[in-house]
């Protein structure tokens, strides 16, 4: 006798977000919800931090056909306003997440739909890993460069 069975496998997308300080300078990210400050993070340079963290388990998505965006709604820090990037302390951007900043804006500035602005997450770089014939790894790495430190200081 021969039994055939079939069976739907479930897949372990992990999703990462990652911030890399590339720049020669610590720096501090300041977030901002209504224009007051609910969390902060810190990464020495040349230091990686670990932004976001988190695993779907999907029985009918192969990696070929998913659709993973950059959504870290889940995050402690979600960005609500706006984010303050200062750089060894003294060197200031402000990364606006509204399309629309506000009249009063600070000196050093991204608009969301710049390249460069941390706060939207389509300017993350993403990477993906199969690390198993049913477990990807989708890392999304947003990099801060020696050239943000030179903008923001001069």
Not at 22 to 30: A, D, L, R, T
Not at 32 to 61: M, R
Not at 92 to 103: K, N
Not at 122 to 145: A, G
Request: charged residues 25%.
């Amino acid at each position: 006798m021969l039994f055939l069975f079939s069976c739907n496998a479930e897949w372990l997308h992990g999703v990462k977000a990652v911030l890399e300080n590339k720049s020669s300078v610590p720096i501090s990210v300041y977030f901002f919800d209504k224009g007051v400050l609910t969390d902060s993070l810190h990464i020495p340079a040349q230091k990686d931090f670990l932004y976001f963290t988190d695993a779907i388990i999907d029985s009918k998505t192969k990696p070929s056909n998913a659709t993973i965006r950059p959504d870290f709604g889940y995050s402690r820090y979600f960005v609500r306003d706006s984010v303050v990037v200062v750089f060894d302390g003294l060197h200031s951007v402000t990364h606006y997440w509204d399309t629309i900043p506000p009249t009063e804006k600070s000196a050093k500035f991204f608009y969301y739909e710049d390249k460069r602005n941390f706060t939207n997450h389509d300017n993350f770089e993403l990477e993906v890993k199969e690390k198993s014939r049913q477990t990807v790894n989708y890392i999304f790495t947003y990099t801060f460069t020696e050239e943000d430190y030179r903008f923001a200081k001069e």
